[in-house]
């Protein structure tokens, strides 16, 4: 089996920073070493495969990227980025891990849909993935199925207070569903908005002409988020189930979640970087059509408002647990453009999955969260979070050989659409919605279980390197 040893760097964890040299057996860290030790007095140098230089820069576990939407069908067409290409695009930004979410349709069985899931990815990935459960019909049947859930390695599932007609649960659905979550202890994700007041609100929008893509944040007001988050904790405290609330945008829903963490209930929340940088006013507010680019749900929110700088800071005091992307990309061409004349029917999206690490460290550059908070929220938290931790999540021995060099002298242009020149993005996606962002940091190296996927801006890997993970329960409940 092929030995690597990565020499020279800083590796970076949760906890704290050291020079160390790690070495990797075929696919596992087997030891993470003082530099220039010896192993049984023989130089490890000489004795390894492989030997790659870090000096200068950070060694990282892998990037866990908890919520994406392969393939997934929305709004009369789906997701742009198939689980090939996906997947490739989030190594090339040093994510070697993705959680997606296996649809059960409604009408639909929850095994079928987990098993159609299991189709699309199966031998088409260039990382390791696991999925959690969106149950999009919630009935005697598919709570029962849930009890089976954890067998199959899926020990989370996501339910939407919104999109009636779609995936939608109401609260008598949220309930039988909670009841199960504690009982079990599959971690309940939410989506936490109130539906059936935003479906209003997009009639009345409509009705009065307004149609532009920005209407679509006016409609999704901070007030249905708030409240949707509050309901779902109630519930949540009221059965005693694990709650996760995904892609939390408003101010207000983070100091709900803030509330129940101070109150001893098991309930975390996620980010998404378009949250934390990206606004209601600049970009679903651009002029003509260009705001479709950014719709996405929970929307961007006003920046005049202070929903991104709070984010950051509930970022940095653990009021909020972890960062994710919710990638979900679509093309102007032919998907968002569904909506021309209608915001309703925009496919909601953004495309990140490339992005998420460059994007977080730019936070370490700009002083809003530290280097060992940026692995923590992108990688470590994730992986415990949903029941990777000491496979994923951490360079230690015994865990995989997922890990970034990560060049903090580097830079990196990200998110520039197609042109003359090619891509500089590798989503498959006909524009970006972080065009012009500059990263002062750069994704060098990225070993996924052992193997250099990307190298000195190559991509080393292949479709089919990517094996399905089987998640334990969260490690974040006593
Ligand atoms: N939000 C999105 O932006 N896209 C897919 C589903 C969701 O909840
Ligand atoms: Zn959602
Ligand atoms: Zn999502
Ligand atoms: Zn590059």
């Known amino acids: 089996m092929m030995k690597t040893l990565i020499q020279n760097g800083t590796v970076v964890s949760a906890t704290g920073r050291v020079p160390a040299d790690v070495l990797i057996d075929g696919e596992i860290i087997v030891a993470v070493l003082a530099p220039g030790s010896t192993l049984l007095g023989n130089d490890l140098a000489a004795s390894v495969d492989r030997v790659i230089d870090a000096t200068g820069r950070y060694v990282i576990p892998g990037g866990v990227d908890a919520h994406t939407h392969m393939q997934l069908p929305f709004g009369g067409t789906a997701a742009s980025d198939t689980f090939?290409?996906?997947?490739?695009?989030?190594?090339?930004?040093?994510?070697?891990?993705?959680?997606?979410?296996?649809?059960q349709s409604y009408g639909q069985r929850v095994f079928d849909g987990l098993a159609a899931w299991h189709e699309k990815a199966a031998g088409n990935c260039a990382i390791d993935y696991g999925f959690?459960?969106?149950?999009?019909?919630?009935?005697?049947?598919?709570?029962?199925?849930?009890?089976g859930l954890l067998d199959e390695g899926i020990s989370s599932f996501k339910l939407f207070m919104a999109y009636p007609g779609v995936f939608y649960s109401d609260d008598a659905q949220v309930l039988r569903a909670m009841q199960k979550s504690a009982e079990t202890g599959?971690?309940?994700m939410m989506h936490a908005e109130n539906g059936p007041a935003i479906d209003v609100l997009v009639k009345q929008l409509l009705a009065a002409g307004k149609t532009d893509p920005y209407y679509h944040g006016v409609a999704r007001a901070w007030q249905l988020e708030e409240e949707a988050t509050h309901r779902a904790i109630m519930l949540a405290d009221l059965t005693g189930a694990p709650l996760y609330v995904?892609?939390?945008?408003?101010?207000?829903?983070?100091?709900?979640?803030?509330?129940?963490?101070?109150?001893?209930?098991?309930?975390?929340?996620?980010?998404?970087?378009?949250?934390?940088?990206l606004s209601l006013e600049e970009n679903l507010g651009?002029?003509?059509?260009?705001?479709?680019?950014?719709?996405?749900?929970?929307?961007?929110?006003?920046?005049?408002?202070?929903?991104?700088?709070?984010?950051?800071?509930?970022?940095?005091?653990?009021?909020?647990q972890m960062v994710s992307t919710d990638h979900c990309p679509f093309c102007m061409k032919g998907q968002k453009e569904l909506g021309l004349g209608d915001f309703s029917k925009i496919p909601n999206g953004i495309g990140s999955v490339e992005h998420r690490l460059d994007l977080l460290y730019q936070g370490v550059v700009n002083g809003r969260i530290t280097l060992e908070r940026w692995v923590e929220i992108?990688?470590?938290?994730?992986?415990?979070?949903?029941?990777?931790?000491?496979?994923?999540?951490?360079?230690?021995?015994?865990?995989?050989?997922?890990?970034?060099?990560?060049?903090?002298?580097?830079?990196?242009?990200?998110?520039?659409?197609?042109?003359?020149?090619?891509?500089?993005?590798?989503?498959?996606?006909?524009?970006?919605?972080?065009?012009?962002?500059?990263?002062?940091?750069?994704?060098?190296?990225?070993?996924?279980?052992?193997?250099?996927?990307?190298?000195?801006?190559?991509?080393?890997?292949?479709?089919?390197?990517?094996?399905?993970?089987?998640?334990?329960?969260?490690?974040?409940?006593?």
């Not at 989030?90 to 649809?103: K, L, M, Q, R, S």
């Not at 892609?247 to 949250?275: L, M, W």
């Not at 990777?388 to 659409?417: C, E, W």
Request: proline share 3%.
């Open 84 to 103: 090939e290409t996906g997947t490739r695009a989030a190594a090339w930004g040093g994510t070697t891990t993705i959680v997606d979410f296996a649809v």
């Open 132 to 147: 959690h459960q969106i149950i999009g019909d919630l009935n005697d049947d598919s709570l029962q199925a849930m009890d």
């Open 186 to 188: 599959l971690m309940t």
């Open 246 to 277: 995904v892609h939390v945008s408003a101010k207000q829903a983070v100091e709900q979640i803030a509330t129940a963490r101070d109150h001893g209930q098991n309930v975390f929340g996620e980010t998404c970087p378009q949250y934390l940088y």
């Open 286 to 320: 651009a002029p003509g059509f260009e705001g479709a680019k950014w719709v996405c749900s929970t929307p961007l929110r006003s920046r005049a408002e202070g929903h991104q700088d709070h984010l950051w800071q509930s970022l940095r005091t653990n009021d909020i």
């Open 378 to 478: 992108t990688s470590t938290t994730p992986a415990r979070m949903f029941g990777l931790y000491g496979r994923k999540g951490v360079i230690q021995p015994g865990a995989d050989g997922d890990i970034v060099i990560y060049n903090p002298n580097g830079h990196t242009s990200i998110g520039m659409p197609v042109n003359g020149n090619g891509k500089t993005h590798h989503m498959n996606m006909d524009h970006s919605a972080w065009e012009g962002y500059e990263i002062d940091g750069h994704v060098d190296t990225v070993l996924s279980r052992g193997k250099v996927v990307i190298d000195d801006d190559s991509y080393l890997g292949a479709k089919g390197d990517g094996r399905f993970v089987k998640r334990g329960l969260s490690q974040y409940l006593v």
